[in-house]
């Protein structure tokens, strides 16, 4: 692996963009294709509130699509809704064979919602599609590329996973602003990455043991 030459350094909380410049400087100024790909997914979830283009957390929080009347809301002269409660959601960390993923699920009488539902009395938003609404951020293969890490990853790659951590706890933490988030479950980011670092080490052991044992066999002969 290239060494980071002298004028490459990476800041104690670094930003994506510092974090793909270090990359770059320590990879003969190129993206690897599969950092890149994971980069990308992490950028664009970074940026959703900085585009025009609708996404699955605006329709969240668009106040336009809340049942107003379970909500205790109301519409004022102006067009602005005001509402004495948010939406229940349950918010549920994955990783699938598409990579990590957070999901959200709108509660109705205690139960978690995962079917198309529109109009229904029970429902704190006036349509739910699981197609457009369900999935709030994925990383591409992000799975694959934590494994990656420890087996022949760098710096940059640690950073790129400790930022994607952190993207995900900013948008939980604005969901809790904006929404009544009463549950976040499942493997976090952090849980799956400490996981693999203690899968790596004791895979590391087994490789130290073996040589050991190797060494105490050629000894014998």
């Known amino acids: 692996m290239p060494r980071a030459n002298n004028k490459a350094r990476l800041p104690a909380n670094p930003t994506l963009k510092e974090i793909n410049w270090y990359k770059k400087q320590i990879n003969w100024g190129e993206l690897p294709p599969f950092y890149h790909l994971v980069a990308s997914s992490v950028s664009e979830s970074e940026g959703i509130f900085q585009h025009g283009f609708d996404n699955a957390i605006k329709r969240l929080i668009d106040k336009r699509n809340w049942n107003l009347h379970l909500l205790d809301g109301y519409e004022d002269d102006n067009g602005i809704i005001h509402c004495d409660s948010a939406p229940k959601i349950h918010l549920h960390q994955v990783f699938t064979d598409r990579g990590f993923e957070l999901w959200a699920y709108p509660i109705a009488r205690n139960v978690k919602v995962d079917t198309y539902l529109k109009d229904n009395k029970f429902l704190e938003f006036n349509v739910w599609d699981p197609h457009s609404m369900k999935t709030l951020i994925r990383f591409s293969q992000l799975h694959k590329f934590i494994r990656f890490y420890f087996e022949r990853g760098d710096i940059a790659d640690k950073a790129l ?15 809790k602003r904006e929404l009544n988030v009463v549950c976040v479950d499942g493997v976090s980011i952090k849980d799956f990455y400490m996981l693999c670092e203690k899968d790596a080490k004791a895979c590391e052991d087994e490789i130290n043991l073996a040589k050991i044992m190797l060494g105490d066999e050629l000894k014998k002969d």
């Open 161 to 175: 996973i400790l930022h994607a951590h952190k993207v995900v706890h900013q948008t939980i933490s604005l969901l």
